[in-house]
């Protein structure tokens, strides 16, 4: 395919990426390594009983307090602290409006580690819930994304202050618990009772510390990629839960450990959820919604939320604002696993599935862009969900596709376990590409909207070319596209531009984009 380009760059202007507005109170002096959850869970009422201990590495000296995120006991609902400690000894504590704020009884120095344990109860409002399932049993599910492990749980819910964390959960001995990591004991208390711990050594963002509690099937089915698979369904779906779980895992997993780089944790379990729909991907155990569980593989719900594993979970994004590392990246990562496993056609058909939602999206939500100052404001939303995972397809053809999983994996590598941007993801890609990227991250991720290309062809016998105009129609300035159109590849850079192709003889036909690249609207045929 001969190539043509043009290096004008008329109309279109790079800008900064700009500042947005994830606000949440960062505390540079202080940073959380472990939280220990003890939780007490009953039958007769909502009520559940906390202590949780937190283990804090101080950063800087001097410091004299800190906060915990946890909610205030209102209208019936929301925890009620009874006393803070550490060392064995009472620390002074205020908590009102969702915060609770400790002050030290001395200032410690920089690198000096303390544990402080919080006492509490109360019915949470949200974060944790209690619904009955389709089955009619009692169940108890926590839903902590994005920012409601504060409804049950002590702690910095942001995903900026990753740490390992543990759970105790007492809970009747009729009850499976489940929670992230690898299972350490089960304490029967004599009383009808059972104590189940659990202990995640990854440290992973708050809003991924989970539990389940319910009447399980509880199945281990081998391992793959050298990680232990789990399903954890209700007891009447035990059949309906292999069915649906445990082919595709193992496909995804084989798949995106060979590709990306290892799995990040202990175990992977999936879990049949009640009170919610789709998937919701906590670290090292996937919830998944009732209505999932049927006797049929569900490969494309699997591989997004197993996509989650290597991005949003191990590496998480730095604020809200960057949601799209986790959604737009677990998104086109689900395709990806499509494309391997059922062909080139079976991931075109899904691609161009997803940019038909995400030019409704773009109608409906005008001025929103990949990343933005709101992203869960009106999620799922296909602008992150969808234009995201375009854009990764976009950059795999801006870079090829091997410098692009060479860059995939080397950016999994640098920030395996810890926080990134989309900035520290450009700079890793253009590390690896050796391009200047700053014009493509801006114009699909900073600005809203895609372009709409407009034109047509002809063929002139007497200069033998195909004659090609092209014209972008949407709002604002140009976006750079490299088009191939058939028989060539050209780069538009201008509103509108006229191209010449050589051509011993007239085509049949001439196509825009035949080989499904780039994220636009078109309107395209022979003058």
Same mark, same amino acid.
């Given at each position: 395919?001969?190539?043509?380009?043009?290096?004008?760059?008329?109309?279109?202007?790079?800008?900064?990426?700009?500042?947005?507005?994830?606000?949440?109170?960062?505390?540079?002096?202080?940073?959380?390594?472990?939280?220990?959850?003890?939780?007490?869970?009953?039958?007769?009422?909502?009520?559940?009983?906390?202590?949780?201990?937190?283990?804090?590495?101080?950063?800087?000296?001097?410091?004299?307090?800190?906060?915990?995120?946890?909610?205030?006991?209102?209208?019936?609902?929301?925890?009620?602290?009874?006393?803070?400690?550490?060392?064995?000894?009472?620390?002074?504590?205020?908590?009102?409006?969702?915060?609770?704020?400790?002050?030290?009884?001395?200032?410690?120095?920089?690198?000096?580690?303390?544990?402080?344990?919080?006492?509490?109860?109360?019915?949470?409002?949200?974060?944790?819930?209690?619904?009955?399932?389709?089955?009619?049993?009692?169940?108890?599910?926590?839903?902590?994304?994005?920012?409601?492990?504060?409804?049950?749980?002590?702690?910095?819910?942001?995903?900026?202050?990753?740490?390992?964390?543990?759970?105790?959960?007492?809970?009747?001995?009729?009850?499976?618990?489940?929670?992230?990591?690898?299972?350490?004991?089960?304490?029967?208390?004599?009383?009808?009772?059972?104590?189940?711990?659990?202990?995640?050594?990854?440290?992973?963002?708050?809003?991924?510390?989970?539990?389940?509690? =319910?009447?399980?099937? +509880? &199945?281990?089915?081998?391992? @793959? $990629?050298?990680?232990? %698979?789990?399903?954890?369904?209700?007891? *009447? !779906?035990?059949?309906?839960?292999?069915?649906?779980?445990?082919?595709?895992?193992?496909?995804?997993?084989?798949?995106?450990?060979?590709?990306?780089?290892?799995?990040?944790?202990?175990?992977?379990?999936?879990?049949?959820?009640?009170?919610?729909?789709?998937?919701?991907?906590?670290?090292?155990?996937?919830?998944?919604?009732?209505?999932?569980?049927?006797?049929?593989?569900?490969?494309?719900?699997?591989?997004?939320?197993?996509?989650?594993?290597?991005?949003?979970?191990?590496?998480?994004?730095?604020?809200?604002?960057?949601?799209?590392?986790?959604?737009?990246?677990?998104?086109?990562?689900?395709?990806?696993?499509?494309?391997?496993?059922?062909?080139?056609?079976?991931?075109?058909? =899904?691609?161009?599935? +997803? &940019?038909?939602?995400?030019? @409704? $999206?773009?109608?409906? %939500?005008?001025?929103?862009?990949?990343? *933005? !100052?709101?992203?869960?404001?009106?999620?799922?939303?296909?602008?992150?969900?969808?234009?995201?995972?375009?854009?990764?397809?976009?950059?795999?053809?801006?870079?090829?596709?091997?410098?692009?999983?060479?860059?995939?994996?080397?950016?999994?590598?640098?920030?395996?376990?810890?926080?990134?941007?989309?900035?520290?993801?450009?700079?890793?890609?253009?590390?690896?590409?050796?391009?200047?990227?700053?014009?493509?991250?801006?114009?699909?991720?900073?600005?809203?909207?895609?372009?709409?290309?407009?034109?047509?062809?002809?063929?002139?016998?007497?200069?033998?070319?195909?004659?090609?105009?092209?014209?972008?129609?949407?709002?604002?300035?140009?976006?750079?596209?490299?088009?191939?159109?058939?028989?060539?590849?050209?780069?538009?850079?201008?509103?509108?531009?006229?191209?010449?192709?050589?051509?011993?003889?007239?085509?049949?036909?001439?196509?825009?984009?035949?080989?499904?690249?780039?994220?636009?609207?078109?309107?395209?045929?022979?003058?």
């Amino acid at each position: 395919m001969r190539a043509i380009k043009t290096l004008l760059l008329a109309g279109f202007a790079l800008c900064a990426p700009q500042i947005f507005a994830d606000t949440y109170p960062r505390q540079p002096g202080i940073d959380v390594q472990h939280y220990v959850f003890r939780v007490t869970l009953n039958d007769d009422n909502d009520e559940i009983v906390g202590e949780t201990t937190v283990d804090l590495r101080f950063v800087q000296d001097g410091v004299t307090e800190f906060a915990l995120d946890l909610a205030s006991a209102a209208n019936g609902k929301g925890m009620t602290v009874s006393e803070v400690t550490s060392g064995g000894a009472a620390v002074p504590y205020v908590h009102r409006a969702d915060r609770l704020v400790v002050t030290l009884p001395s200032a410690p120095k920089a690198g000096e580690r303390r544990q402080f344990t919080v006492r509490y109860r109360g019915i949470p409002a949200d974060g944790l819930h209690m619904p009955r399932n389709k089955y009619g049993e009692r169940t108890f599910f926590s839903a902590n994304w994005p920012d409601k492990a504060r409804q049950w749980l002590p702690m910095i819910d942001h995903p900026y202050d990753k740490a390992t964390s543990e759970f105790l959960v007492t809970a009747l001995a009729r009850y499976q618990v489940v929670a992230n990591g690898l299972l350490q004991e089960e304490i029967d208390l004599g009383d009808g009772r059972r104590i189940t711990h659990w202990k995640q050594s990854v440290p992973i963002a708050s809003w991924l510390n989970n539990i389940g509690v =319910a009447q399980f099937a +509880s &199945r281990h089915f081998g391992v @793959a $990629a050298g990680v232990p %698979l789990e399903t954890w369904v209700f007891h *009447q !779906d035990r059949n309906a839960g292999i069915a649906t779980f445990e082919i595709p895992t193992r496909q995804t997993i084989e798949f995106y450990s060979d590709r990306i780089g290892p799995y990040p944790y202990e175990k992977l379990a999936d879990v049949e959820a009640a009170g919610i729909g789709g998937g919701m991907e906590h670290a090292s155990e996937i919830f998944y919604g009732e209505k999932s569980v049927a006797n049929r593989p569900a490969f494309s719900l699997v591989a997004h939320e197993m996509a989650h594993q290597w991005f949003g979970d191990s590496v998480t994004e730095k604020d809200w604002d960057d949601v799209w590392l986790s959604e737009g990246f677990a998104t086109y990562f689900a395709l990806l696993a499509t494309e391997h496993y059922e062909g080139r056609d079976a991931f075109v058909a =899904a691609l161009k599935r +997803s &940019r038909t939602s995400v030019f @409704a $999206a773009e109608n409906r %939500l005008p001025g929103v862009a990949v990343v *933005q !100052d709101k992203p869960w404001q009106g999620i799922p939303n296909p602008i992150v969900y969808q234009k995201g995972a375009w854009t990764l397809h976009m950059l795999r053809g801006e870079m090829g596709t091997e410098k692009f999983w060479q860059g995939i994996r080397e950016y999994y590598r640098r920030y395996r376990d810890s926080n990134a941007s989309t900035d520290d993801f450009r700079k890793v890609m253009e590390e690896i590409s050796g391009a200047d990227l700053g014009w493509f991250f801006h114009q699909w991720l900073y600005r809203a909207g895609s372009p709409v290309v407009e034109g047509g062809w002809r063929y002139n016998a007497a200069t033998k070319k195909i004659e090609i105009e092209l014209a972008q129609t949407q709002l604002g300035d140009a976006f750079r596209l490299p088009l191939e159109v058939g028989v060539a590849k050209i780069e538009m850079t201008r509103k509108q531009q006229r191209f010449e192709v050589p051509a011993d003889k007239e085509p049949a036909e001439v196509s825009l984009d035949p080989n499904t690249w780039i994220l636009m609207a078109t309107h395209f045929g022979k003058k």
